[in-house]
């Protein structure tokens, strides 16, 4: 079986097995795995998810499972770590850069379901898996555009195949108003509001929240951060409601000067001359 090495981040490994040849495991990757043939029990977070030729299931590193093999199975595993959907942003659709694949990959209900293709999609990702393992004796298969566009038409088909059982799709609504929310509650420590924490918390990629901010919301999100901040240190100094000092250590600035330099980047005059309008 093939494992991913420290310099991959996607392997393709098809094998055949009478008994699964591990325990209940967890990875510090993700996996799809298809069915090509055989039947068993999916030991998958405690659930028993009774298995045949044709299922699939998706693996993150959150998540431990076991193959109780009951009928000699054919496994199709791709493997990949949350580099690849990263390192292949350039050829992403919108939806998947808004709701990565990894993110999708931790949806509860896929751990407690199993899905139930109709014959269409069964057809055609039966061919997809077969055009996967095809290529896979090419070089450089992560780097593949070819690769990533059919790994990619399996994640539509999932979605698919979901919207037919009545399954909810979690993680795809992004809400403005609470990333606005989230940002005035944290706007005074600048760890919170860094692009990666706040696309994190919200499922966006990281990669595409700046883009993403921006068409929502006109402006990009530096300027929305800076104004804010601007704004609440000026109604702080107007009202007289707390010093410098204190004003600096309520924002995470490491000192006066630090707060007075911001300040004048912003505004082009340091916070003392605000009480002269």
Known sequence: MKKLNQFESLVIDEFEEEKFHLPTHSHTYYEIIYILKGNGIHHLNKNLLPYRAGDLFVISPDDE????????TRFVFIKFTDTYFNSNKKLSCDEF????????????SLKENVLRFDETCKIILKNTIE?????????????SPIIFYQILSIFGLIKETMRGMNMQITGNAIDNDQIISYIHQNIYNPKLVQIKTIANHFNISHTYFGTYF?????????????????????????????????????FGFTDESHLSNYYKKQRNRKPSEIKKD
């Open 65 to 72: 499972h076991y193959f109780d093999i009951k009928k000699s």
């Open 97 to 108: 850069l808004l709701n990565t694949p990894e993110n999708f990959m931790r949806d509860q």
């Open 131 to 143: 055009n996967i393992t095809k290529y896979n004796c090419k070089t450089n298969i992560s780097s």
């Open 214 to 250: 921006k068409r929502n919301f006109s402006l990009t999100y530096r300027d929305y951060i800076n104004n804010l901040k601007i704004q609440l240190i000026e109604k702080r100094i107007i009202h007289k409601q707390l010093s410098i000092k204190q004003i600096a250590y309520e």
